[in-house]
Structure formats: C-alpha cells, structure tokens
C-alpha cells in the first residue's frame, strides 16, 4: 500500500479535526484534552506504520458529521483503492452506525460500502444494499443500478441483469447509457446461447430479437442468429443476416468466414463464395480473406494459380500471414538447400506469429489470441477487434 499518500489523507483529517474541535466552542468547555490526545496516539501510530491503530485513532477522534463526512469517505475510498478493503468497511459501516447523519449522507455511505462489498468479492451483501438504494434513493438508484448490473454480470445471472438494463435505460434522458445498451444485447445473446443449447429454438430466436432492439449494430447477435438458422436448415434467412455484418463491423469478417464456408457448402455454391469473398476482399481487405480465396483458388486452379494471386496482394498489401501462406505453397515444388531456405524461414515466420497477439481491446488495450465478446481485462463488452496491420488482419 501507498504508506506516504495514506500518511498524508490521515494527518490531514486528523489536522481537520483538530481545527474543527477547536471552533467549537462548547465542546471545548466540555473538555478538549481527550481529542487532542487521540489525535496525537493517531499521529504516532502512523509515524511507526501502525495503520490499523492510525484508522480506530481517526474514527474516534473525528466526530462523524455532515462537516466531516466528505473527510471519513476520501479516506475510505483512498483504503480501498489501494486494497485495504477491510478498512474501508470499517470506516463506511462506522459512517452507517451514526444516527446523526441525515437521509442522503446515509445514502451516500450506503453506496461506498456496497462499492467496498464488491471489492472484496462480497457480492451478496453489496446486492441487498444497492437494492435498498435503488428504491430508497432517486438520487443514487443510477450508480446502485450499474453496480447492480456488474454483480450480476459477474455472477452470469443474465435476466436479472436485462431487467437492471432497462430500469437504467429509462434514464437515458440523463445520462448517455450507449454502453448499456451494447451490453444488454450481449446479455440477450448469453441467454440465447443457453436455449440454443437446450434446443429451444424459440426462445433463442426471441432473445437474438431483442439483442438486436437493443443495440442494432450487434454483429454477435446477427452470427448468433445466422448460426442458429443454419442449424434449422433456414439458408435463405442464415445468408441474410450474414450479408449484414461486414457493412456493420469489418473487422469481424476473420470470425464471419466459417459460417459463410458453411452456407455456401450447404447451398452447393462455392463458386458463390468466391465471389462474394471476392467483393469482401476489395471493399475490406484482410489477411484471412486472401488465404481463403487463395485455398479456393487452389482447390479450383492449382497450387500456381493460388501462388499467383497471393503474390500480387502481397504487392497491393503486406501482411506476414499471407507470407507464411506463400512461403507454405513454395515448400511444395522445393527441394534441396532451397528446401532448408524456405523451412527456416516458415519457421522463424511462424515464431513470430505466435509471439503475436491477435486480437486487443480498444478500451484498455488488453491482448489476445482469442475473440473474447466481454473483455477480460476492463469488462467491456464489444470492444475487443482483430489487429490489423502487417502483423494481423
């Protein structure tokens, strides 16, 4: 822990109280010397690192009031940013204890304890204290829905966390909730996935529905759902949902290609593919698009033909996976030294693609391999794109 900003925030309230003590008056008639003692007890227990005693010397030294609220909740806030959870409880349930506080003081300790609840995976307890906000407190019930929101999110309970959605999303008017409604769509298609697993195609078809009235841009909700008519054998409704994604997001055709490989087996219609591929690869060039339409190439024309077409996109548009393809489709008419020239070379291409992540987050920066919908890293939902760029897409 920061044991020079907590040193500072402490002396700091500690001097507060000192001076707020002082100004009142009639609590000095009464005796000033038992504050003035706990104060310096509190002062020396942080000079010799005994945080635990600095926080109780500062609880009692500091009386709890509207004056002193805001002092109590920096210092709460500051133990648990920096991972004192347990401190932190103790400072906003010491906040809670006093009748003194009115309504919306109480509110708003209520929220930081639920906050702290949180940070220590006590995530029952954070649930029925913002529920108690959400409807004592107009002022508050937003932050307690968010929160609300990520508890359920953690705990995957996805209806509860589509109807917390809603309940925010009828505040719009207040605040931009964009990000909301992303997530919510990503919620529908959670909850899709689970009827689709069980067979119930109904309801899935419902869910991706609502995803997409959620948020229209929602290129999961729209494989989802294709995915699901292919199953059904609906071709004509699968190869229109999928025609929607690319003017949607581009940058999800790596993730569009089987199921579009899937379609048009199913439809006989490869040479089909090829030229919708081929559309796709001059409106939204990308390194997987070229290795598929040079695999087609090479099942159609031969190997020369598919070497010839990789080697003019190289030209158009370097890219280290269309090499190791490249390099790949020469091993097979090599042979001799030229034959070791070109293993070492897929091998120190293939090293270095490996090294590579695929795929990184646009919020946080977060890397990967994998598509993941929900990010690992910040909790984003829809964020996480394939690397573009001569090292990815």
Not at 90 to 113: D, T, V, W, Y
Request: charged share 25%.
């Amino acid at each position: 822990m920061d044991g020079l900003g907590l040193l500072v925030l402490l002396i700091a309230t500690l001097a507060a109280g000192l001076f707020l003590g002082w100004r009142a008056r009639e609590r000095f008639r009464r005796g000033f010397q038992p504050f003035a003692s706990s104060y310096f007890q509190g002062l020396n227990y942080l000079l010799n690192e005994q945080v635990d005693a600095s926080v109780d010397a500062f609880i009692d030294s500091l009386e709890v009031s509207p004056e002193t609220l805001d002092t109590h909740l920096a210092l709460g806030n500051l133990l648990r940013r920096k991972g004192e959870v347990a401190k932190a409880i103790k400072i906003h349930q010491n906040l809670l204890s006093r009748p003194s506080l009115g309504l919306e003081h109480m509110h708003q300790a209520q929220l930081e304890l639920a906050r702290d609840f949180i940070k220590a995976g006590l995530l029952d307890r954070a649930e029925g204290l913002l529920h108690e906000l959400t409807e004592s407190s107009a002022e508050y019930r937003a932050d307690a829905l968010e929160h609300l929101i990520e508890i359920y999110q953690d705990e995957r309970e996805w209806d509860k966390a589509v109807k917390a959605a809603e309940q925010l999303l009828g505040r719009r008017q207040n605040k931009n909730y964009q990000w909301l409604s992303v997530a919510a769509g990503h919620f529908c298609c959670e909850m899709a996935q689970a009827y689709r697993d069980n067979n119930d195609i109904l309801n899935a078809r419902r869910l991706l529905k609502q995803a997409l009235q959620y948020d229209r841009s929602s290129v999961r909700a729209l494989m989802d759902w294709a995915a699901l008519e292919l199953q059904q054998q609906e071709y004509r409704e699968a190869r229109r949902l999928l025609q929607r994604v690319p003017s949607q997001d581009p940058d999800t055709i790596p993730e569009l290609l089987p199921l579009l490989r899937e379609l048009y087996w199913h439809q006989g219609d490869q040479i089909g593919l090829f030229r919708y591929l081929s559309e796709l690869q001059e409106q939204h060039p990308s390194a997987s698009l070229v290795i598929e339409l040079a695999d087609g190439l090479q099942q159609r024309e031969g190997e020369m033909a598919a070497q010839a077409y990789i080697t003019e996109q190289l030209r158009r548009r370097p890219s280290l996976k269309v090499l190791a393809r490249l390099v790949e489709s020469h091993l097979q008419f090599s042979e001799g030294r030229a034959r070791e020239n070109l293993l070492l070379l897929k091998s120190l291409l293939d090293q270095v693609l490996a090294a590579k992540p695929g795929y990184c987050c646009s919020q946080c920066g977060f890397t990967g391999n994998q598509l993941h919908w929900l990010c690992p890293s910040c909790k984003s939902w829809g964020t996480i794109k394939a690397i573009r760029g001569v090292e990815g897409e």
